[in-house]
């Protein structure tokens, strides 16, 4: 059973910074793409970014593009978000994925393993 447990969100000021963590644990991570989502309230859980298994591919919805970074530690088994310039537009829940294999997508459909998701609120 693959686990994943999203850390680091928080309350921050409109552009600031936070670091969110994802933990793997329990099956394959080195093997596999990870990705980010994220959920406000009332509204759908949307794609925010992507790495590939070997880190050296990266894909970024357009509304985070140039201010947020996806990165990965294989050797540690977690993956990142350092977000910058944060809007408080950015305030949800966000989710660490892993992608199904052969897969590369930007939708929920594409991933198989989700985590509980934690809070980022960012206030005006």
């Known amino acids: 059973q693959v686990q994943l447990v999203e850390s680091g969100g928080g309350l921050v000021k409109a552009g600031g910074s936070l670091r969110l963590s994802c933990a793997a644990s329990?099956?394959?991570?080195?093997?596999?793409?990870m990705g980010w989502f994220r959920q406000a309230p009332g509204k759908e859980r949307e794609f925010v970014a992507r790495v590939s298994r070997d880190g050296g591919n990266t894909i970024y919805a357009d509304s985070v593009k140039g201010r947020f970074t996806i990165s990965r530690d294989n050797a540690a088994n977690t993956v990142f978000l350092q977000m910058d310039s944060l809007k408080p537009e950015d305030t949800a829940v966000y989710y660490c994925a892993r992608s199904k294999a052969y897969y590369y997508s930007t939708t929920t459909s594409g991933y198989d393993y989700w985590g509980q998701g934690t809070q980022v609120t960012v206030s005006s």
């Open positions: 329990g099956g394959t991570f080195r093997s596999t793409g």
